[in-house]
């Protein structure tokens, strides 16, 4: 058992920063920053409804999440071809090796680009291009997850997924994304079984605005392995017995859940009580270009804002290695990483 030693509470900003650490909810259209998306559909010939990156920026006030997925999906349809999902994924895996990120599992949502016209093969091989490079190049280990977008039918899941599956070996898993409220887990038993039988990871977003019920329905009948954000589940003290007692991974979103009005404030954010109730809570950017920071401002301005510790610190560092679906001899060297930079830490002041 690794002995935590608190930091001073002025050393905890950069015992955050340089903590390694994985990110486990991620969407990569999320990540497309405005300078981005202008740069992108000047070279793919696109109009854009703003007439300036600052007027783009300023168009990112929202009040839910339905008020963040119209501009969302708006901001992705700058991708066309394959460079431009490479050049998407390459930014944010930069941005998150500086943040000592040594492992990221990317959502993606192909059926955004599909329907566009953008085939499968397109995305996917620009996206896993990046990753491979991200690996070679900046010593990330980088892994992509299929995300459903849920307002759309069964059907139109099972055809994405039958559109994937000749590049199975460039995707771990499935998850499930969108506008949560009015379409529960349910809607899409059948793909998970589905996914399940082919060996894919498996993981839904649940009880981010939608009741603890779909964060039931999400282990009970989709099956998954980590609820995706979940901070809900709070609200039913049954749930929060299982989720601990599983040991099922929340992926906590906090600057997500301050810009979508999850939480009135991050002072309000119920990340302490997740991790005292036992559960297995992390910490994520969810969209980060739209949601004012990438993973270390959502671990330092949410600890700026609540009463968290050394102690804490350590526990969702390494609830985000222990939640992850890479390899156990990898968890095990970034364990060790982990504890070196804590000791390193505690040796500057003692
Ligand atoms: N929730 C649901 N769908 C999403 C999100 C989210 O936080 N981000 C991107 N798609
Ligand atoms: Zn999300």
Redesign the pocket.
Known sequence: MFKVHPVPPGRLPALLRAMPKTELHI?I??SLEPELIFALAQRNGIALPYASVEELRQAYAFTN?QS??DI?YAGASVLIHEQDFYDMAWAYLTRAAADHVVHAEIFF?PQTHTARGVAMETVVHGLHRACVDAKAKLGVSAALILCFLRHLSEQDAFETLEQALPLRDKFIGVGL????VGNPPEKFARVFARCRALGLHLVA?AG?EGPPAYVWAALDVLKVERID?GVQSAKDPALMARLAHDRIALTV?PL?NLK?CVFPTLAAHNLGALLDAGLVATVNS??PAYFGGYLNENFTQTFAATHLGTQQAYALARNSIDASFAPDADKQAWLHRLHEVFESFVEHDY
């Open positions: 969407h259209e999320g999440l963040f997925l969302y949502d994304d969108s506008g949560e977003h981010e954000h979103c997500s979508l969810d969209d």
